[in-house]
T-cell receptor, first 112, second 113 residues
Framework: GESVGLHLPTLSVQEGDNSIINCAYSNSASDYFIWYKQESGKGPQFIIDIRSNMDKRQGQRVTVLLNKTVKHLSLQIAATQPGDSAVYFCAETYNAGNMLTFGGGTRLMVKP | KAGVTQTPRYLIKTRGQQVTLSCSPISGHRSVSWYQQTPGQGLQFLFEYFSETQRNKGNFPGRFSGRQFSNSRSEMNVSTLELGDSALYLC????????????FGPGTRLLVL
């Protein structure tokens, strides 16, 4: 992923709407991808992961889509709730390793 | 199961000093990774330890070092602190460190004055 430094892109959505957070990853050899959620003052919290042999994976209220052709990852959150407000990071790794490369993050703000 | 714990949670040091941060992984996890998080550079990988051996290392100067003990607990050390070392230091653990979910601790916030 590419770092965007101090100025995190922000997605503002209405409570109950669906949210889509996008991530462009950097390494075409990456084969394992993870989405993390980070709330203020806390460490990143695992949301969902996907391996490169899949293009879609669903969890509870979340779906991750992987497009290897354009090196793009997205996180869809259904029926967004105020508790979903946080910074969301995509991360990638490759070659059975554990060295995660993180994207710059997107701030999700949910309006009541 | 208890999550990943990190101590201390907050630390203030002055330039030139050294600091040691501690991480206790989830019980049964043998891989421990360390990351630095800053507003400017985001989340960056420092190093990973597995079975008391450093298995991977990120692009950080030699002032940053770490170790892992036989109970999988890990420490990282930063010597000759610089202002730019002010950051949130995060520890993550996983079972074997082979492309699997890493669980993060709350981090240690280090401020260098």
């Amino acid at each position: 992923g590419e770092s965007v430094g101090l100025h995190l892109p922000t997605l503002s959505v209405q409570e109950g709407d669906n949210s889509i957070i996008n991530c462009a990853y950097s390494n075409s050899a990456s084969d394992y991808f993870i989405w993390y959620k980070q709330e203020s003052g806390k460490g990143p919290q695992f949301i969902i992961d996907i391996r490169s042999n899949m293009d879609k994976r669903q969890g509870q209220r979340v779906t991750v889509l992987l497009n290897k052709t354009v090196k793009h990852l997205s996180l869809q959150i259904a029926a967004t709730q105020p508790g979903d407000s946080a910074v969301y990071f995509c991360a990638e790794t490759y070659n059975a390793g554990n060295m995660l490369t993180f994207g710059g993050g997107t701030r999700l703000m949910v309006k009541p | 199961k208890a999550g990943v714990t990190q101590t201390p949670r907050y630390l203030i040091k002055t330039r030139g000093q050294q600091v040691t941060l501690s991480c206790s992984p989830i019980s049964g996890h043998r891989s421990v990774s360390w990351y630095q998080q800053t507003p400017g550079q985001g989340l960056q990988f420092l190093f990973e330890y597995f079975s008391e051996t450093q298995r991977n290392k990120g692009n950080f100067p030699g002032r940053f070092s770490g170790r892992q003990f036989s109970n999988s607990r890990s420490e990282m050390n930063v010597s000759t602190l610089e202002l730019g070392d002010s950051a949130l230091y995060l520890c993550a653990s996983s079972l074997m460190g082979l492309e699997e979910t890493q669980y993060f601790g709350p981090g240690t916030r280090l401020l260098v004055l």
